[in-house]
């Protein structure tokens, strides 16, 4: 398709299991960001990818979150011992380049429920 | 780190009127973004502002990029129902690919 692909859209787990989360970018787009968005808040940075590496992952909450790119194309979010704090909708954007502007075309988003 | 907040948190309008969002970073930015989203939907990209004092213009809206490069509006003239979401403003830093996104602006037209 020719926008960016999120799956699962909704994701209903037990407290301390284990998720995956899938971002496909837009064909071409080297940049990858993952953003994690409560009701009512905005969107807060997770990690952002330039081609296969993390080049920034400050915004990962703790060591239960993970995220990769082997590729250059397709991420993974993973998630560890969920707790239900992690309940939110995670969102996946990407962007065409390796310059600091560029806007941000974002997926549809992954509403995880943990309950 | 850095802090991108947006005032006020919630407007309502009756249609016709304007409204303006003010955002607010905590560092110099080298650029800022803006992006509106629907309720149920994902956020959408608007603008871009580089240049410090730099004005654009969409039809009813006007955005603007402070002179220090730390802070930004969004005008909307004559707001209609369409307008209807939330807005957010987004900074990057020189140097930097992170995106922060600002606190947004839940925007309510009443007809």
């Known amino acids: 398709g020719a926008g960016v692909s999120q799956t699962p859209s909704n994701k209903v787990t037990e407290k301390g299991k284990y998720v995956e989360l899938r971002c496909d970018p837009i064909?071409?787009?080297?940049?990858l960001y993952w953003y994690r968005q409560s009701l009512g808040q905005g969107p807060e940075f997770l990690i952002y990818?330039?081609?296969?590496?993390?080049?920034?992952d400050s915004g990962l909450p703790n060591d239960r979150f993970f995220a990769v790119r082997p590729e250059g194309s397709v991420s993974t979010l993973k998630i560890q011992r969920t707790e239900r704090g992690d309940s939110a909708v995670y969102l996946c954007?990407?962007?065409?380049?390796?310059?600091?502007?560029?806007?941000?075309?974002f997926g549809e988003g992954s509403r995880l429920t943990v309950l | 780190g850095q802090q991108v907040m947006q005032i006020p948190q919630y407007q309502h309008v009756q249609e016709g009127e304007d409204f303006t969002t003010y955002c607010n970073s905590s560092?110099?930015?080298?650029?800022i973004q803006w992006y509106k989203q629907r309720p149920g939907g994902h956020p959408v990209f608007l603008i871009q502002?580089?240049?410090?004092?730099e004005v654009k213009k969409q039809k009813r809206l006007t955005f603007q990029f402070g002179e220090a490069k730390k802070n930004s509006s969004l005008h909307i003239t004559a707001t209609q129902t369409t307008d209807v979401g939330t807005y957010f403003c987004?900074?990057?830093?020189?140097?930097?690919?992170?995106?922060?996104f600002g606190t947004g602006t839940k925007l309510q037209v009443i007809p």
């Open positions: 990818f330039q081609g296969t590496g993390a080049a920034d």
């Open positions: 502002l580089v240049k410090s004092g």
């Open positions: 064909s071409g787009h080297t940049a």
């Open positions: 560092t110099t930015l080298s650029n």
């Open positions: 987004a900074g990057r830093r020189g140097g930097y690919q992170k995106v922060t």
């Open positions: 954007a990407s962007s065409i380049g390796q310059s600091n502007t560029g806007e941000l075309f």
